[in-house]
């Protein structure tokens, strides 16, 4: 279920959620032997890291098997828990809920145990509070722990740099972008001296600037109320909308999809990509494990200032039939140590702040050795939690994305078209 209207998502999977909730009275992990050999599922997505705690969780409780699957990233695991939930088959005992779709997730949170059963709240304060606030529904029932955030700095091509003259070592590129006053138009200037220097484009795809825009605003797609749409008569987002266009008509674009861009990562034919924390992994998975001389490296700067993109939550299933010892795991996994680990491995940055002074010092081999950890910490500063309505990953995905695309193919050339465009999209599929 790629594409929906939010009325028709709510009902169809509040009904299922009913049954889900008959059903799951049936079963229960109460009183049940410690050593009982239990397999729990899970299912996540993209490069959560989470995967780097599963053995040591199995040594520690021998009788738990973790079965884990792991998706291509949020929207699929969005339509995988959607179609689930609606089919009322059953989801995972602990299923991985992206930000972006947390919010239509909270309109069903039957489909969910409230965390405050489990002994969330004895451990609430780990949290930063605006994460612990983004899993409670509106009535104050807890159904994710919180994992990671998706503070911003911008990922980029050294030796590209170099090749072009442009500042490459990454202090001086920060500053090059205009350090903490970065502004959005200064980045495409320099895009385009890249472009006129190399003969390359500057990134691959317009999706991603959009995106860090649209989450650096103090309302999004969404007003404060999470409710009414703020997209409409908005020309703050308009105006930059035409400065995206404008971009890849002067040629600063790849022409190539969101995702699964590492061939021409490794052809050089990018040298910018936007990085929040997990885009980390993103990268880095398109080489060889092991890589450390890509030409990767990682800056503190982001144009516009700070900004958070994404970000995970771990919830357990009303079906489960280990509701207990889900939590537990679930609790376990989105703990400080555990975040920790999850971000040595794949870079999702921790929303627990004692996970963020485990990981302060943590390097980064493939980005040339960057303080990934410093710089996270440093962009996570100033960072607004913007609300995230019902279907603002829909939106994201289905409305802006297609038409992006379509500019960056250059089948749309100008702002005003593409901005018409976005808008009868969004008619089509999201209620009003």
Not at 87 to 106: N, P, Y
Not at 273 to 279: R, V
Not at 309 to 317: E, T
Not at 348 to 368: C, M, W
Request: glycine share 12%.
């Amino acid at each position: 279920m790629n594409i929906t209207r939010r009325a028709k998502v709510a009902a169809t999977i509040a009904g299922a959620a009913t049954l889900a909730l008959v059903a799951a009275g049936c079963s229960s992990s109460a009183g049940a032997d410690p050593n009982e050999k239990i397999t729990l599922s899970i299912t996540t997505f993209g490069t959560m890291g989470v995967d780097a705690n599963y053995e040591k969780y199995e040594k520690e409780h021998p009788n738990i098997t973790i079965e884990a699957t792991n998706l291509e990233g949020g929207g699929a695991a969005r339509d995988d828990a959607y179609a689930k939930i609606a089919a009322g088959t059953g989801l995972s005992d602990i299923v991985a809920i992206e930000e972006g779709w947390l919010g239509t997730i909270q309109e069903v949170t039957g489909s969910f145990v409230d965390l405050r059963d489990y002994g969330i709240e004895d451990v609430k304060d780990s949290w930063l509070d605006w994460k612990y606030k983004q899993g409670t529904d509106a009535d104050g029932r807890v159904i994710g722990a919180g994992l990671d955030i998706g503070p911003q700095g911008l990922c980029y091509r050294g030796d590209l740099f170099e090749a072009a003259g442009l500042p490459s070592e990454r202090s001086e590129v920060a500053e090059y972008f205009g350090g903490e006053d970065a502004t959005w138009d200064r980045f495409y200037e320099v895009g385009a001296e890249y472009v006129e220097k190399s003969g390359k484009a500057f990134y691959h795809s317009p999706r991603f600037f959009w995106n860090s825009f649209v989450n650096q605003q103090e309302e999004g797609y969404y007003k404060k109320d999470g409710e009414t749409l703020n997209i409409k008569g908005n020309d703050v987002l308009k105006d930059q909308f035409a400065k995206v266009v404008e971009a890849e008509v002067d040629g600063l674009g790849a022409g190539l999809p969101g995702w699964d861009v590492g061939p021409e990562a490794k052809e050089d034919k990018y040298a910018t990509y936007m990085c929040p924390s997990w885009m980390l992994g993103i990268v880095q998975g398109y080489y060889d494990e092991g890589t450390t001389d890509s030409g990767w490296d990682f800056a503190d700067v982001l144009p516009g200032g700070a900004a958070n993109w994404g970000g995970a939550f771990l919830g357990v299933s009303e079906s489960s039939e280990h509701k207990e010892e889900a939590a537990e795991l679930a609790l376990w996994l989105a703990a400080p140590e555990q975040q920790a680990a999850s971000f040595e491995l794949a870079g999702p940055f921790p929303s627990t702040t004692e996970g963020q002074e485990l990981v302060n010092d943590t390097t980064s081999a493939f980005f040339n050795d960057a303080p990934v950890g410093e710089i996270f910490a440093a962009r996570s500063e100033g960072v607004i939690a913007q609300v995230k309505g019902p279907e603002d990953s829909n939106i994201q995905d289905n409305v802006f994305g297609p038409v992006l695309d379509k500019v960056s193919q250059g089948e749309i050339t100008d702002g005003e078209t593409a901005w018409k465009e976005a808008l009868k999209l969004l008619d089509q599929l999201v209620e009003q």
